[in-house]
């Protein structure tokens, strides 16, 4: 695998990989573990890298996607009014009726298409304050990993030995 990505420090691979919308910690923490990077490097690794981007998500998409929103370019508008939509839609307005709870669980379960990221954007888009978005967020990933690292190192692991 480190061979894909240029020969990087193994170490490094789950920290880029927690960063990537979509992957996020969840994929960070399978990489780690397939990479046989111990559960407590990785963990720190992984949290540090998905937690980044979010105060920018925070501070600047509803910027960003509006401007994205008012150009030229075709693709650039219909992302943002996909985003648009995602962070406004079914599962954002469940997190505007419970907020801290609401986006500390949708970040903290990991199924597809939950996570920081999206909480992230869902959260600016809704206007909920930092004061809880961010508590929230920070919760929310902890207990991400809680269940990832019972699946990536528990579960994952088992399976590898058996071949």
Request: hydrophobic fraction near 55%; aromatic fraction near 8%.
């Given at each position: 695998?480190?061979?894909l ?70 693709w ?7 985003l ?80």
């Amino acid at each position: 695998m480190t061979e894909l990505l240029g020969g990087l420090p193994p170490i490094l691979i789950p920290f880029i990989i927690s960063m990537i919308p979509i992957l996020e910690l969840r994929g960070g923490l399978i990489a780690a573990s397939i990479l046989n990077i111990p559960m407590w490097e990785a963990i720190g690794v992984c949290i540090i890298g998905n937690i980044l981007p979010i105060p920018f998500i925070l501070l600047f998409i509803e910027k960003i996607l509006n401007w994205m929103e008012g150009c030229k370019v075709g693709w650039m508008r219909k992302l943002a009014l996909w985003l648009k939509a995602r962070g406004t839609g079914p599962k954002a307005t469940k997190i505007r009726k419970y907020e801290f709870l609401g986006l500390l669980l949708f970040v903290g379960i990991p199924l597809p298409g939950t996570g920081a990221w999206t909480g992230s954007l869902i959260a600016a888009l809704l206007h909920v304050s930092r004061k809880k978005s961010v508590p929230a967020i920070f919760l929310g990933l902890i207990l991400a990993t809680i269940i990832m690292c019972l699946l990536s190192y528990g579960g994952l692991q088992a399976i590898m030995n058996l071949f």
